[in-house]
């Protein structure tokens, strides 16, 4: 349970603090957007290196592949809350990709136990929608200009929109899949 992959999905999580208190610390505005975006940068970086150290080292556990997802979620949900909060992103938005984990979690679950977990894999369309949120997020949190040319602000709104229709888009194809298995378990 304690391997290298696990201890780095436990540190994602462990991360969610830290980034929200930086913005409750007296420090000025630039510099604490600049911290909190760069660990959201590298702890959602840990999130393809513990999954590529767990199968390189043959790290993998039913465990691990359970916390993974969850340390996403929480990563993502709460760095979004925070961006509401600051003005910085729209509350339709967050609820859009927030609701849409929260169903399409449930709905993961509810096929595991009927044995149709295979419907509910995950899609390249999902993976799209994580990586449009992953580009958004440090984007909306450093919300200043980049190399003196990236309007992150800008940008980081474009793309927030864009994966929230990418979320609500891959929860449609989700629900599509597992439509069949759902008629066929809900009598």
């Not at 229709?165 to 629900?175: D, G």
Request: aromatic share 12%.
């Amino acid at each position: 349970m304690w391997t290298i992959p696990t201890l780095m999905t436990l540190a994602r999580i462990a991360a969610i603090p830290l980034i929200v208190g930086l913005f409750y610390l007296p420090i000025e505005t630039a510099e604490r957007n600049l911290w909190a975006t760069v660990m959201f940068v590298v702890f959602a970086l840990t999130d393809w290196l513990d999954g590529y150290l767990a199968r390189k080292l043959n790290q993998s556990s039913a465990f691990g592949a359970f916390l993974d997802p969850v340390a996403d979620k929480f990563l993502v949900c709460a760095s979004l809350l925070i961006l509401v909060h600051l003005g910085r992103a729209d509350v339709l938005v967050a609820l859009i990709i927030i609701g849409r984990e929260i169903a399409i979690s449930a709905l993961r679950e509810w096929m595991a136990q009927i044995g149709a977990s295979r419907s509910v894999a995950v899609h390249v369309l999902g993976k799209l929608k994580t990586m449009v949120q992953m580009v958004a997020i440090p984007f909306l949190l450093f919300d200043g200009q980049l190399f003196g040319l990236i309007d992150t602000a800008l940008w980081g709104t474009v793309l927030i929109w864009i994966a929230g229709v990418l979320t609500v888009w891959s929860m449609v194809y989700y629900l599509q899949k597992a439509w069949p298995d759902i008629l066929d378990h809900a009598k």
